[in-house]
T-cell receptor, first 117, second 112 residues
Framework: DTGVSQDPRHKITKRGQNVTFRCDPI?????LYWYRQTLGQGPEFLTY????????KSRLLSDRFSAERPKGSFSTLEIQRTEQGDSAMYLC???????????????FGPGTRLTVL | DAKTTQPPSMDCAEGRAANLPCNHS???????VYWYRQIHSQGPQYIIH???NNETNEMASLIITEDRKSSTLILPHATLRDTAVYYC?????????????FGKGTHLIIQP
């Protein structure tokens, strides 16, 4: 257990439905990351936050995806109008970044496995 | 992130040292080398990182060549629990604080 929790652990939905996932990072960590992982591939970066500010979004993050971290603590990732291609493991990670340049590790949660039927 | 090349899979006998290679020939002078691993059905786990000098922690050792174009992760006494996919990453920002590019990694299988 890394201290990063994700909820739910599994989600099955029908195509066209909206889904929302939650991530609770390690409490003192100021950065929070979202990744997506499909079968047989490594995790792919989606977006990250520094406190409540969303600092970077990958081109993988289509308009149907939105992430928030309103109070700089937990984060939510919403997928609207889900498609079968959205089926994947969604991973959250957090880290503590101090100063302009940081050499640090990211702590990953167990992931939320999404299946779109 | 600088491109890295790893063998897709490797076997190692339990109790032996597992040596996992990584090529990163386009690495820049201020870019670190990071290693993560992912055990089946879990999130990735940080192992170690380094810049120029060899590094060692409780999990592994990292040997970086003098020209920094390649590195080797060493698990000194591999156990069955070390079976996992190992990712070598050179983050584009130098450090590991931005989004990481994982690639496909090396699937290490520890044989009893």
């Amino acid at each position: 257990d890394t201290g990063v929790s994700q909820d739910p652990r599994h989600k099955i939905t029908k195509r066209g439905q909206n889904v929302t996932f939650r991530c609770d990072p390690i409490s003192e960590h100021n950065r929070l990351y979202w990744y997506r992982q499909t079968l047989g591939q490594g995790p792919e970066f989606l977006t990250y936050f520094q406190n409540e500010a969303q600092l970077e979004k990958s081109r993988l993050l289509s308009d149907r995806f939105s992430a928030e971290r309103p109070k700089g603590s937990f984060s939510t990732l919403e997928i609207q109008r889900t498609e079968q291609g959205d089926s994947a493991m969604y991973l959250c990670a957090s880290s503590l970044v101090l100063g302009r340049i940081s050499y640090n590790e990211q702590f990953f949660g167990p992931g939320t496995r999404l299946t779109v039927l | 992130d600088a491109k890295t090349t790893q063998p897709p899979s490797m076997d190692c006998a339990e109790g032996r040292a597992a040596n996992l290679p990584c090529n990163h020939s386009t690495i820049s002078g201020n870019e670190y080398v990071y290693w993560y691993r992912q055990i089946h059905s879990q999130g990735p786990q940080y192992i170690i990182h380094g810049l120029k000098n060899n590094e060692t922690n409780e999990m592994a050792s990292l040997i970086i060549t003098e020209d920094r174009k390649s590195s080797t992760l060493i698990l000194p006494h591999a156990t069955l629990r070390d079976t996992a996919v190992y990712y070598c990453i050179v983050p584009r920002s130098g450090g590991g604080a931005d989004g990481l590019t994982f690639g496909k990694g090396t699937h290490l299988i520890i044989q009893p």
